[in-house]
């Protein structure tokens, strides 16, 4: 027995190894329960016991020998870099993993997202990057396009809440000048939402793609060429709340040189009937769609035009906080479609408002035009010969007495007049003269957003508030007037408007609430 007992030290000390006949004497005696000798029981579970830490302690080393490890790794694989650490865990998905966040400091800042592995060694598997700073009011975010599937940004935490990345809550690291730092690994093309602290909630598109994430606006054709021909679209598969493509007759070109990502088509459907819908898919490409993202080549391009949306909206929890709720939202909203290879001779189409079946691939001798814009000479029309009377009249004798017994929706309906007609000197002279609400000069209102792209958004977007201000209502609210009006999503915009000493109401600067 004391031989036993000594090999037992020695064995947990790790200096030799039991005798096979010692060996069978313990194991019998631990599996032989009739022999109930305490002093058995002691050594088979002194044995356990000692084993046990044995084993933790052996793996408590390997463990900090990994972690030393790592922190030489890093540093070696960083050196000559300026950078911080803000976030590292180790066994974050597994054991033997690590998760680090840092920022690097060259030419400019950005900070990373890195996974590493352990397995004899630590090895850097892969990272994901993006700027400090948003770029131009744009919320930075990059990801990874292999699995773990990271994703990570930065953004401005004023008025959000949290930020859930699939089904996962993101990870938030405060920075400097009111902004968070976020990440979370999630599933391949996860949804990226915003809940604010209004608690509603917004989609976030990707950094890479900034610049192209918002679909242009229709634009205005003053004359027709060639074959372009004229339509009236009276359908809602391309509206986004603000009933785009059907206000005004739209020009189509039959003659076009060749279709780009995000070109509006007319084509005909397998059923003969004629469709209006947008080009996602090019020829030759991949096409997948994975919980209401679309996903091109095995990557998630994170366009808003390539989220699921329905009038504009594309986060489901709005939805439904301002419509009913349908199995058909759900669907639209979280919809999959498997992968699909395009020919030379195909494209795949999606509208603005999401039509499961109008999501399809189809072939380019479907393609009857490309829609190019509005016909604008149709726009004019939504204002009245008596408004129209009215800014001429106001034009050409800059007298504000020309609106003495003028209502105020009908003022402001003639002031959207001048915007469309890009008379930015008249619209000017209609904002109020009143002292505490001029807030810039007539001659920088002139110098001021001049680039063709502005002055077409002011045209595209006058007779649309014209005919919102026409359903409005006129109320005053001590010294200032309001026309409230319904937006199409639902919501009660208002144009801000002052009496001025002679009683007649016209527009504060910046109206439009």
């Known amino acids: 027995m004391n031989n036993i007992k000594r090999e037992l030290k020695e064995v947990l000390e790790d200096k030799t190894h039991f005798t096979p006949k010692n060996e069978n004497y313990v194991l019998q005696q631990i599996m032989q329960p009739k022999k109930k000798s305490w002093t058995t029981l002691f050594i088979a579970a002194s044995f356990v016991t000692l084993l046990a830490l044995f084993v933790g302690a052996s793996l408590w080393q390997q463990t900090n020998d990994s972690k030393a490890q790592f922190t030489h790794f890093f540093e070696s694989y960083m050196e000559g870099e300026n950078y911080e650490v803000i976030f590292q865990e180790f066994n974050y998905l597994k054991e033997g993993d690590a998760l680090v966040a840092f920022i690097e400091r ?40 292999q699995e773990p599937f990271m994703y990570a940004g930065v ?3 004023a008025e959000i809440k949290q930020i859930i990345v699939g089904e996962q809550k993101a990870t938030l690291i405060p920075l400097t000048d009111g902004l968070t730092y976020w990440f979370a690994i999630s599933d391949k093309a996860a949804r990226i939402i915003v809940q604010n602290k209004d608690n509603t909630w917004e989609r976030l598109a990707g950094d890479l793609y900034s610049r192209s ?30 009933q785009e493509y059907t206000q005004y007759p739209l020009v189509v070109d039959p003659q076009f040189d060749q279709l780009d990502r995000l070109d509006v088509i007319l084509y005909t459907a397998k059923d003969g009937q004629q469709v209006m819908s947008r080009v996602l898919g090019l020829p030759n490409e991949t096409i997948e769609i994975i919980n209401g993202s679309v996903v091109i080549n095995t990557i998630p391009i994170p ?17 439904i906080e301002k419509f009913e709720d349908t199995k058909n939202a759900q669907e639209i909203f979280f919809f999959n479609h498997a992968i699909t290879q395009l020919s030379e001779k195909e494209i795949f189409v999606i509208p603005d408002n999401w039509s499961l079946d ?108 014209a005919q919102l201000l026409q359903a409005g209502e006129f109320q005053i609210h001590n010294d200032e007037g309001i026309i409230t009006f319904h937006l199409p999503s639902g919501d009660i915009g208002m144009w801000r408007m002052i009496q001025n000493k002679n009683g007649i109401w016209q527009s504060d600067f910046l109206p439009l609430q």
Not at 109 to 117: F, G, H, P, S, V
Not at 123 to 136: C, E, F, L, V
């Open 106 to 145: 060259d030419e400019g800042e950005k900070i990373y997202l890195a996974y590493l592995e352990y397995k004899n060694g630590w090895r850097w598997i892969q990272a994901t990057g993006t700027q400090s700073k948003p770029y131009d009011g744009k919320e930075f975010w990059g990801s990874t396009v």
């Open 155 to 157: 953004i401005e935490t």
């Open 213 to 242: 994430d918002e679909i242009e606006d229709i634009p205005l054709i003053n004359s027709l060429s060639g074959e372009q021909y004229a339509i009236q679209l009276t359908s809602n598969t391309m509206e986004q709340g603000k």
């Open 303 to 319: 366009y808003h035009a390539m989220f699921a949306k329905i009038m504009g909206e594309t986060v489901y929890e709005n939805y």
């Open 358 to 465: 109008k999501i399809e691939a189809i072939s380019l001798e479907q393609v009857d035009a490309k829609v190019i814009g509005y016909e604008s000479k149709y726009m004019e029309k939504e204002w009245t010969e008596q408004e129209r009377s009215l800014y001429t009249a106001f034009k050409n004798s800059n007298d504000i007495e020309v609106f003495r017994n003028v209502d105020p929706i009908t003022y402001a309906r003639v002031q959207l007049y001048a915007q469309f007609l890009v008379d930015k000197r008249t619209a000017y002279r209609m904002y109020t003269t009143e002292p505490g609400h001029v807030q810039w000069t007539e001659e920088e209102h002139i110098r001021q957003n001049n680039s063709f792209s502005h002055l077409e958004n002011e045209r595209r977007y006058a007779p649309y508030y």
